[in-house]
């Protein structure tokens, strides 16, 4: 992945983050994590840097916001991209640990990472990880929602600690930085420091945060069919 060809934007919502990379040289972009409220952002970026947006990628479903990407999916004419542990109805390619979604030159790795979700999966894109609310700067994503479990969370970080200290980290979240890296987070994320897994679990789960403030509404969108014609469901990439 050449830098000087790749397009990287952060874009900031109330407290979720969201990602647009794209190829200048084969004039093509996607999305990661979109937000609802962000569509015509998306859409004035890719117009911007004369790309076409080809996938909307959300890292795991949400339960604190509604996603865009079954909303980018009918007005972009892109492709919804999703773990295959997911429910979602409206997912296009559903990928799985291992597997790379290219786009020109832009590779993201996926990294199935349960734990916060069972559809949980971070996206390694060179030097730059996109944890979705499997890490956050400072903390990691509760286990206490639907699909939530605090053992798989404990493996998940573990997985991601693996990977070196240089690498980037670029959550959905930004209650406090908006960007870190694996050997910062090593050194002082309260969750990361927890070295017994039963710990861990025993931390994760004493915890009752409330509950998220749009939690009903975003787990039905997140859930429930596209408006448009469904197409490709299954597809592996
Ligand atoms: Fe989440």
Do not use: W
């Not at 109330?14 to 990661?32: N, P």
């Not at 609310?133 to 693996?162: H, V, W």
């Not at 959550?171 to 420091?193: Q, V």
């Amino acid at each position: 992945m050449a830098g000087q060809e790749i397009i990287f934007e952060q874009i900031r919502s109330s407290g979720c983050l969201s990602y647009f990379l794209g190829c200048k040289r084969d004039k093509v972009a996607l999305v990661i994590d979109p937000e609802e409220a962000k569509i015509e952002e998306y859409l004035g970026l890719a117009e911007f840097f004369d790309t076409k947006l080809v996938y909307a990628v959300d890292t795991h479903t949400h339960a604190d916001h509604v996603s865009a990407c079954k909303m980018l999916r009918d007005s972009a004419d892109l492709k919804v991209v999703m773990h295959a542990a997911t429910d979602a109805p409206y997912v296009d390619l559903r990928v799985n640990d291992g597997d790379a979604i290219r786009c020109g030159t832009v590779e993201l790795r996926v990294i199935h990472t349960p734990g916060h979700t069972e559809d949980g999966m971070c996206l390694l894109a060179g030097e730059r990880l996109f944890t979705g609310d499997t890490l956050l700067i400072g903390g990691c994503g509760r286990t206490d929602l639907p699909g939530g479990d605090a053992e798989k969370q404990f493996e998940s970080l573990k997985k991601l600690a693996a990977l070196g200290d240089s690498i980037q980290v670029f959550p959905a979240h930004d209650y406090r930085l908006a960007a870190s890296t694996i050997g910062e987070e090593r050194k002082s994320n309260a969750r990361m420091l927890i070295a017994a897994k039963e710990e861990f679990v025993r931390f994760m789960t004493s915890r009752k945060p409330p509950l998220p403030r749009k939690f009903q509404k975003s787990l039905e969108e997140n859930r429930s069919p596209s408006h448009g014609t469904q197409r490709g469901l299954g597809e592996g990439i």
